[in-house]
């Protein structure tokens, strides 16, 4: 129905080639194809006239891909499949092209239009919330204060911490935070990409965030 909101939403349209293959196999499409391949789907069915917006949120790479290993750390429980680490313990970032934020950035307006694209930082959600939720709201047209509401209730999937790392489910194992040298060598890999990140977005600081 063109006069009913519709929210298609799915994690694993940005999730990496590393743990898209591990799940589905080697064939897969590679993640960046999907905002060209969604549009064509829709408009197939609804038409070419519908408006689309897009609602990306993103979070510093350290943060995000600690939090998918914790995440994921199942398969590397017990399949022995580890998504972020090869064998002899160092760190792997081949297949996490996909948290090339601005280059997906860059592909969603070029599929949807620049003025249907809208960027949120996760960061906002602690340091600004108002902002992040009236972001949020803006896009699915609901008000503001009606998703902050919605978004401090309870969290169903919260992990114990402690100063080591994060507990799995069962509390038996810790699964350790990231090292400072391996923190800088993930923000390394993405610096120039998220360099064009801060420029489009000089009101933020993505240095302080941990992006840069």
């Given amino acids: 129905n063109k006069n009913v909101l519709n929210?298609?939403?799915?994690?694993?349209?940005?999730?990496?080639?590393r743990l898209r293959r591990n799940n589905c196999g080697q064939s897969i499409a590679d993640p960046f194809s999907f905002p060209l391949t969604i549009k064509e789907q829709i408009s197939a069915v609804y038409g070419h006239d519908l408006h689309i917006s897009c609602l990306m949120v993103v979070r510093n790479q350290?943060?995000?891909?600690?939090?998918?290993?914790?995440?994921e750390y199942n398969l590397k429980?017990?399949?022995?499949?580890?998504?972020?680490?090869?064998?002899?313990?160092?760190?792997?970032?081949c297949g996490y092209d996909i948290y090339n934020f601005f280059r997906y950035y860059e592909g969603l307006c070029s599929v949807f239009g620049e003025k249907n694209v809208n960027l949120l930082f996760f960061e906002d959600w602690i340091d600004n919330p108002d902002q992040f939720f009236s972001g949020i709201a803006k896009v699915i047209g609901v008000n503001k204060n009606k998703v902050g509401a919605l978004m401090s209730e309870s969290h169903e999937n919260k992990k114990e911490k402690n100063g080591y790392g994060t507990l799995t489910k069962d509390g038996t194992q810790i699964i350790p935070y990231l090292t400072q040298a391996q923190k800088t060598q993930i923000r390394e890999h993405f610096e120039d990409d998220c360099l064009k990140l801060q420029a489009k977005y000089s009101d933020r600081n993505l240095t302080r965030w941990g992006y840069l």
């Fill in 77 to 93: 429980k017990y399949k022995g499949i580890d998504i972020l680490f090869n064998h002899d313990g160092s760190l792997d970032l």
């Fill in 7 to 17: 929210i298609l939403s799915d994690e694993s349209f940005t999730a990496p080639l």
């Fill in 62 to 71: 350290q943060s995000l891909l600690y939090s998918q290993y914790v995440e």
